[in-house]
T-cell receptor, first 115, second 112 residues
């Protein structure tokens, strides 16, 4: 079975440009989490959804960041405008809401560099 | 990978030795804990979990110990292999929420 699929794997952009990161959930999963990873701050939860509904977005840094789930199997994380401090690896992870195990299944990440 | 950096605690062991990775968690109300392994350039991968009503759980070559009195979690890896080299994260689930909060990670290097 395919795991969580993220794209692009790498993106280099210039400050001020819009960045869109994409994530496809594992089939049958209905909870989606976006994390950001940096050397200084480690893995930080940005936002998570259950059944396409955002439940907690308290980790979203500021209004430049937005996340959506246009359908049950797909999510986007958008940064507009991007800044150099947004450079990080962005992971999405999915799970089955209400499952006994709290295991999150992570994608391979999208490495963003903002110049 | 992005997570590997100069500021991570590190543990270096010889192949075949046992490894113990420690983690202090923050919230006494957390009721579920998970250990993840992250190899360079990849996403975190689940290893083993434990609920707060347990103090020990064993998997294949791995054991997790939970000490709620001092809010301490450890991961023991038996007969460590070069393929175990990675960064290991503990994560806690705050009671009543689905949020998983991750620790800073420990870099394990296994020398052949």
């Amino acid at each position: 079975d395919a795991g969580v699929i993220q794209s692009p794997r790498h993106e280099v952009t210039e400050m001020g440009q819009e960045v869109t990161l994409r994530c496809k959930l594992i089939s049958g999963h209905n909870s989606l989490f976006w994390y950001r990873q940096t050397m200084m701050r480690g893995l930080e939860l940005l936002i998570y959804f259950n059944n396409n509904v955002p439940i907690d977005d308290s980790g979203m840094p500021e209004d430049r960041f937005s996340a959506k789930m246009p359908n049950a199997s797909f999510s986007t994380l958008k940064i507009q405008p991007s800044e150099p401090r947004d450079s990080a690896v962005y992971f999405c992870a999915s799970r089955l809401h209400g499952a006994t195990s709290g295991e999150l299944f992570f994608g391979e990440g999208s490495r963003l560099t903002v110049l | 990978g992005e997570n590997v950096g100069l500021h991570l605690p590190t543990l270096s062991v010889q192949e075949g030795d046992n490894s113990i990775i420690n983690c202090a968690y923050s919230n006494s109300a957390s009721d579920y804990f998970i250990w993840y392994k992250q190899e360079s350039g990849k996403g975190p991968q689940f290893i083993i979990d434990i609920r707060s009503n347990m103090d020990k759980r064993q998997g294949q070559r791995v054991t997790v110990l939970l000490n709620k009195t001092v809010k301490h979690l450890s991961l023991q890896i038996a007969a460590t292999q070069p393929g175990d080299s990675a960064v290991y994260f503990c994560a806690e689930n705050m009671g009543g929420s689905e949020k998983l909060v991750f620790g800073k990670g420990t870099k394990l290097t296994v020398n052949p």
